[in-house]
């Protein structure tokens, strides 16, 4: 019966388009909006193929089961962190047929929970038996709430880390924030609180971010580590293929994701898609990804590294895993 359905699904696609054409057009389905901010907060950026993403993008074949399917909670998230490579994590988990996710970030156990579970879910794909839902938000990392609402929610919720070179990543989250504000105080002035004394400014989101050891602290205060999957930003660059295989591994799915999906892109410094979900063309992430980083003074970057190293130190611990950061 399903291979019935197929061969009427495919045989129909051109007739059935013709014939779509020759009548009355129906009017087009909007998107559904993003999750609003709250008042006081600022929202991390997100990429033109960020707002465009629905729920239910997909192929064809999955749009068409996608009819059949259920709308669940997630069974995974991609809990952060900001400027990481969650995005690259998510585009290239997205290939795997077994997996189904949010495009754009739903914000919830961090700005939107008192919208409640139903508004949640309905965010959510339809997924048929034995495919996982998934949704990627880095800032629930740094979020003091986030793990105490994500296991109210579920308490066997997959986490996934996708964690980046702290000095690197704050470098990188300033070049985002310098594109939209280029006004904004050098980058050497915000990291410290004087200079002359050398004393980081821990206030600052962009240095703060990068003390993966006080974040994960809280987590788990509400989830074994053994539940939470650390991906390595740097690896994902130069092995996209043997970091998917741990993902793939960590979420019980079948490697399907392997090294001949990808190629590695030049000109932008990364790897990207040779066919992306839905597509038979290449695809890489978009402009706003991959940016050149402005020159800092390499004391700055020097004291940036010794200030993170006890911290860097404690994570590998906790982890059981040396990123390799110094």
């Not at 965010?123 to 793990?147: C, D, H, N, R």
């Not at 609402?149 to 000095?167: A, C, E, F, N, Q």
């Not at 962009?206 to 994960?216: E, F, N, S, T, V």
């Not at 190629?263 to 402009?287: D, Q, R, V, W």
Request: net charge positive; proline share 8%; with cysteine.
């Amino acid at each position: 019966m399903l291979f019935l359905w197929l061969y009427m699904f495919y045989s129909c696609a051109g007739s059935c388009t013709g014939l779509a054409a020759r009548g009355s057009p129906s009017p087009p389905r909007a998107a559904p909006p993003l999750p609003p901010l709250l008042p006081g907060e600022q929202g991390e950026e997100s990429s033109q193929e960020e707002q465009r993403a629905s729920p239910d993008a997909g192929s064809p074949i999955s749009s068409f089961f996608n009819g059949f399917g259920t709308k669940r909670l997630p069974q995974a998230i991609i809990i952060g962190v900001k400027k990481g490579g969650t995005r690259a994590l998510l585009e290239f988990l997205r290939v795997h047929p077994d997996v189904r996710a949010v495009g754009a970030e739903p914000h919830f156990f961090d700005r939107n929970y008192e919208r409640g579970l139903a508004w949640y879910r309905d965010l959510m794909p339809k997924t048929l038996e034995g495919q996982i839902t998934m949704e990627k938000t880095p800032s629930y990392f740094v979020t003091k709430e986030a793990p105490a609402r994500i296991s109210s929610m579920s308490k066997g919720t997959k986490l996934i880390v996708v964690v980046r070179d702290p000095v690197t990543r704050a470098i990188s989250d300033y070049t985002q924030t310098l594109s939209k504000k280029p006004d904004i105080p050098t980058f050497e002035s915000l990291t410290f609180k004087n200079r002359t004394t050398g004393l980081i400014d821990t206030s600052w989101s962009a240095i703060q971010i990068g003390i993966y050891a006080k974040h994960l602290e809280n987590w788990l205060l509400y989830f074994p580590i053994g539940q939470i999957l650390f991906v390595s930003g740097e690896r994902l660059i130069s092995d996209p293929a043997g970091e998917l295989g741990r993902v793939q591994d960590f979420l019980g799915l079948k490697r399907i994701v392997t090294d001949k999906h990808f190629y590695f892109n030049k000109t932008k410094g990364f790897p990207c898609l040779k066919k992306a979900e839905g597509s038979s063309k290449p695809h890489c992430l978009g402009k706003t990804k991959g940016r050149t980083h402005p020159d800092i003074d390499q004391e700055v970057v020097q004291r940036l590294r010794d200030f993170y190293r006890p911290f860097n130190m404690k994570f590998y611990q906790m982890t059981g895993q040396d990123f390799g950061w110094d």
